[in-house]
């Protein structure tokens, strides 16, 4: 991202999509999209190093040549999962440690933190560049929400949100199309901090349905 220069992002996803093809792996959950503010940096455990920076231009300009990279190093034998949709930027804690919540607009989030979803979805202009999935974050948005409690869900546990996203013009098509939503990690740190706020016991299996019956097609089960 530091480098400004997309041939150099789409030269790095294709040896990384050779080498993963070589390998066997067959899915990759990555490149993060998310947008991250400047002055969230030094706050949320230096989350620069995991974006491609803080502009939603550039941010979609590298995070489609990787992607590109990626799915022709592979010979498309590598799926891609572009993260943390719709973004995670903005929050004020990691969100793999904490549910967290982003107080802004439908249209602030189209206009800045959706923006790079977009450019790899529905306003891609190649298959190579389209991400094959998105991973939903497990974090709380306000646009999409309304009032926000403690016990507000997640959009990854959440079915009207997730839906209205999904619904999207921008995203409507390509995921007709065949593409799919995979749940963040469903033993994570926030996840299970949540369902101790609610007073709801752990239990892996109602949690990975919620998942699913929320519009996710993959879960990522960790811990």
Not at 40 to 56: A, Q, V, W
Not at 151 to 172: G, H, K
Not at 191 to 207: C, G, K, N
């Amino acid at each position: 991202g530091a480098t400004w220069n997309p041939g150099l992002s789409e030269q790095v996803g294709a040896i990384l999509g050779q080498e993963l093809s070589a390998l066997g792996f067959n899915l990759l959950i990555g490149p993060s999209l998310d947008v991250l503010e400047a002055r969230l940096i030094e706050t949320t455990g230096n989350r620069g190093t995991r974006s491609f920076g803080g502009d939603p231009y550039w941010v979609s300009q590298m995070g489609k040549a990787y992607i590109r990279g990626i799915h022709t190093g592979s010979a498309n034998k590598v799926a891609v999962i572009a993260k943390h949709f719709p973004g995670h930027g903005s929050s004020d804690r990691l969100p793999e440690e904490e549910v967290s919540t982003i107080r802004k607009s439908l249209d602030e989030l189209k206009s800045f933190d959706l923006a790079p979803f977009f450019s790899v979805t529905g306003n891609a202009s190649s298959k190579e560049e389209t991400t094959d999935g998105l991973l939903t974050s497990h974090i709380r948005y306000q646009g999409l929400q309304g009032s926000i409690r403690a016990t507000t869900r997640p959009v990854s546990f959440d079915p009207q949100a997730l839906s209205l996203l999904i619904n999207l013009p921008e995203l409507n098509t390509w995921r007709a199309s065949g593409g799919l939503m995979v749940s963040d990690d469903l033993g994570s740190p926030a996840v299970r901090r949540f369902y101790d706020l609610t007073s709801q016991m752990f239990d892996a299996r109602r949690v990975a349905l919620n998942a699913f019956l929320s519009g996710n097609d993959l879960l990522y089960i960790g811990d």
